[in-house]
Nanobody, 118 residues
Framework: QVQVVESGGGLVQGGGSLRLSCAAS????????MSWYRQAPGKERELVAA???????NYGDSVKSRFTISRDNANNMVDLQMNSLKPEDTAVYYC????????????WGQGTQVTVSS
């Protein structure tokens, strides 16, 4: 059974930090590109950060130099370290697992709320 479970969201003041974690199971984690997306009220879901199966990363323009994505293949985990948070970072953050080999499997977590106060 596939599971993708986010944790670590919450309320933080502007300028603060949060670390989100995503625990995955039920698939071959090391094959998958892991990503964090976010969706704010009234806005489309957008890519925040992604890390490939070999560790290459890319970031959305609005979070570059503030957020860092990392993965632990031994423990099937992917983290998102968020620093210098801004009110506009407020959103529901989702973890995504995409099979970059077969291109046929795409799994999402239920999301975790991040709220940044001004």
């Amino acid at each position: 059974q596939v599971q993708v479970v986010e944790s670590g969201g919450g309320l933080v003041q502007g300028g603060g930090s949060l670390r989100l974690s995503c625990a995955a199971s039920g698939f071959t984690f090391s094959r998958y590109r892991m990503s964090w997306y976010r969706q704010a009220p009234g806005k489309e879901r957008e890519l925040v950060a992604a890390i490939t199966s070999v560790g290459s990363t890319n970031y959305g323009d609005s979070v570059k130099s503030r957020f860092t994505i990392s993965r632990d293949n031994a423990n099937n985990m992917v983290d998102l370290q968020m620093n210098s948070l801004k009110p506009e970072d407020t959103a529901v953050y989702y973890c995504n697992a995409f099979d970059s080999y077969s291109l046929s499997h795409d799994y999402w977590g239920q999301g975790t709320q991040v709220t940044v106060s001004s």
